[in-house]
């Protein structure tokens, strides 16, 4: 059985199925398919850069190359830090009671890259978290699918449509913007630069 989104808020606890919103389910999906003379349907596969192995689609992503060209499996792969000490994954989230922050200012929720939306369908739902996302307020706690080496954050929001979740990770970078007015261009002061006659022209 699937597991659950979990959280609790004020001791209440809620749970949640979903299933990924994408732009297959809101539009449709078309597929354009490459036939041979025969009117088979053909697969693509990556050609080595010497022309010795043809290795079909998904097969890349079975295993790296090191700097020596030797094969490396995706499950001998560890992460490190700076320094180049391992770093501990962090378990997944699902079917664990996370806490709610909020609620939180909408503009939480712009400050994070949001890569993925949920279609929520409660299973059980506390009275305060239900009236607080029928008003219209935003909440948010720590989410993983699966362990991993980075915590996203999801974010609870409802409308008329019904209640989703937005999956995103905080910027790496600081936004950056102009606290002061450009330094004058030269030429700036010449009292002839703002006299144009466009008859001249």
Not at 67 to 87: C, H, I, K, N
Not at 140 to 160: I, K
Not at 173 to 200: K, T
Request: aromatic share 8%.
């Amino acid at each position: 059985m699937a597991k659950s989104i979990a959280v609790r808020l004020g001791g209440e606890s809620s749970s949640f199925a979903f299933a990924k919103l994408d732009r297959e389910r809101l539009y449709g999906r078309k597929e354009r398919q490459v036939v041979d003379d025969e009117g088979k349907r053909c697969a693509s596969a990556w050609l080595s850069t010497d022309g010795a192995a043809l290795v079909p689609s998904g097969g890349l992503a079975m295993l790296y190359v090191d700097e020596s060209f030797g094969t490396v499996e995706r499950s001998a792969l560890q992460a490190v830090d700076d320094q180049g000490a391992e770093v501990a994954q962090l378990p997944a989230t699902l079917g664990v009671e996370q806490e709610l922050e909020g609620p939180l200012p909408p503009s939480r929720v712009l400050d994070h890259a949001v890569h993925s939306v949920y279609v929520l369908t409660p299973e059980t739902i506390g009275a305060t978290l239900a009236a607080e996302l029928k008003a219209g307020k935003v909440y948010g706690c720590p989410y993983n699918f699966r362990d991993d080496y980075t915590r996203q954050m999801l974010f609870l929001v409802a409308n008329e449509a019904g209640t989703f979740a937005l999956l995103g990770t905080a910027p790496a970078f600081a936004m950056v913007r102009r606290d002061a007015a450009p330094p004058a261009a030269a030429g700036d002061g010449d009292e002839m630069s703002d006299d144009l006659d466009f008859s001249m022209m």
